[in-house]
């Protein structure tokens, strides 16, 4: 399970009034936000993970490759250093772990998905009831920088920043209530390419043990 508590903050933000001036802020940012991802359909990247600890050391890199289809498909693989799998088709969430030779599944509630997920499937209303938005344009239309604060004071993160160079996701970054900061960086980017459907259903292999926990596998 060390990937699966991860990818749940990459895959908790409508519109809230805090007075006049930052509503204004949360509308165009909302907006500008939502521009830049609404073109997306598809989403192929590898990805570089970094988990750092307040004390500023690297506690954990990994090697990541990620797809993405809207509206609901959902695939993060460690490559390095712990191989594994998380993926979904908006259905059902498969974990699999290699070096247990085993499989855990969920049921998939795409409307409790987490932020990263969100994000990349657009779903920028969802987010802003959970999130203030801020940032827009900070470089003539060739760099974005947007940042989510949580509206809950009790939320386990402090702050998420996204990054868009040239309006691609460039990274994103979050910082934990606890002073760890996770950061993942997105390279080789291939956008709108076709990706099948069967991408994001986990085929089982044989002879590994399964934990189907689902209410109607």
């Known amino acids: 399970m060390r990937v699966l508590c991860t990818v749940r903050v990459l895959i908790l933000v409508g519109f809230y009034l805090f007075g006049a001036g ?84 969920e049921d998939w509630d795409t409307e409790q998905s987490e932020l990263a997920a969100q994000l990349l499937n657009g779903q920028i209303d969802q987010i802003a009831e959970d999130y203030f938005i801020n940032g827009g344009d900070v470089g003539n239309g060739e760099a974005y920088e947007f940042v989510l604060e949580p509206l809950d004071p009790a939320s386990l993160y402090e702050r998420v920043t996204l990054y868009f160079r040239e309006q691609t996701l460039n990274s994103i970054h979050i910082d934990n209530g606890n002073g760890q900061r996770t950061f993942w960086e997105f390279f080789d980017h291939q956008i709108n390419e076709g990706i099948e459907d069967s991408e994001f259903v986990f085929s089982i292999p044989a002879d590994i043990d399964v934990l189907d926990n689902r209410s109607a596998p």
């Open 22 to 105: 930052k509503a204004l802020a949360q509308d165009s940012a909302t907006r500008e936000l939502s521009d830049l991802l609404a073109a997306i359909e598809t989403f192929e990247a590898d990805v570089r993970q970094l988990i750092v600890e307040s004390t500023g050391g690297i506690l954990e890199e990994s090697v990541i490759r990620f797809k993405m289809k809207r509206p609901h498909g959902f695939y993060w693989e460690t490559i390095e250093p712990y191989p594994e799998l998380i993926v979904t088709d908006g259905r059902s969430l498969w974990n699999y772990q290699p070096d247990l030779l085993q499989v855990s599944i």
